[in-house]
């Protein structure tokens, strides 16, 4: 992994440099793991990926040409109000479970990008893969939840439901965007996502 994203969410949490001379540099010492990843919907997910409100900003994010955190965080200020809460019918592992979001992320590594924490337990190579429910947040709440997010507690937070599974279906009553990694995708009402042990070798520090 060369790192040039806006927020470099996997070589983050695989500890591999975002400076791209000194990622290179690894290649002479280094090890290869076997990276478990996801198919959502029949399409690949490696990092994060998900549906609700911060799909919604994947698929607003960068029309107005601005890139990086701060034109990021303008665009989530800008929308939150606006987006709904929405229920989510789930299955996972086979046992079904209705749900209140804001919106689900699906994670297979531990964290959007920025070091913005949504799963901070999550392996790429333990055949799992964490899904957090997340309620909307009052103005009130927003700024410890931030705080819990970055410090890699996000689950202590009252608003957060995180489950661990090899398999997640979700039902929604209508089409929720869908972002895949960050990148936007076509609304769906379904989301199937399937957990693929071991399939993917990426070199990382050793």
Do not use: W
Not at 2 to 25: D, K, T
Not at 107 to 132: K, T
Request: net charge positive; proline share 6%.
């Amino acid at each position: 992994i060369l790192p040039a994203g806006s927020g470099n969410g996997p070589a983050r949490h695989l500890r591999i440099p975002l400076v791209q001379h000194e990622a290179l540099r690894q290649l002479t010492h280094y090890k290869t793991i076997s990276m478990d990843t996801l198919r959502i919907n029949g399409a690949l997910s490696v990092n994060v990926s998900g549906f609700g409100f911060d799909a919604h900003v994947a698929h607003q994010f960068g029309k107005n040409g601005q890139r990086g955190f701060t034109g990021y965080a303008k665009l989530v200020l800008g929308e939150f109000m606006r987006y709904q809460e929405f229920d989510v019918q789930a299955t996972i592992d086979g046992q079904s479970s209705t749900h209140r979001a804001f919106m689900v992320a699906i994670a297979n590594a531990s964290q959007f990008g920025h070091n913005a924490l949504v799963a901070p337990d999550a392996s790429v190579s333990d055949g799992v893969l964490d899904v957090c429910f997340i309620r909307r947040i009052p103005i009130t709440e927003a700024v410890p939840f931030i705080t819990k997010m970055f410090r890699g507690r996000i689950e202590r937070s009252r608003f957060v439901t995180l489950v661990k599974a090899r398999q997640f279906t979700a039902e929604l009553v209508s089409p929720q965007p869908i972002h895949l990694d960050g990148e936007p995708v076509p609304p769906a009402s379904r989301i199937d996502v399937e957990m693929v042990p071991g399939s993917l070798k990426v070199i990382v520090p050793a």
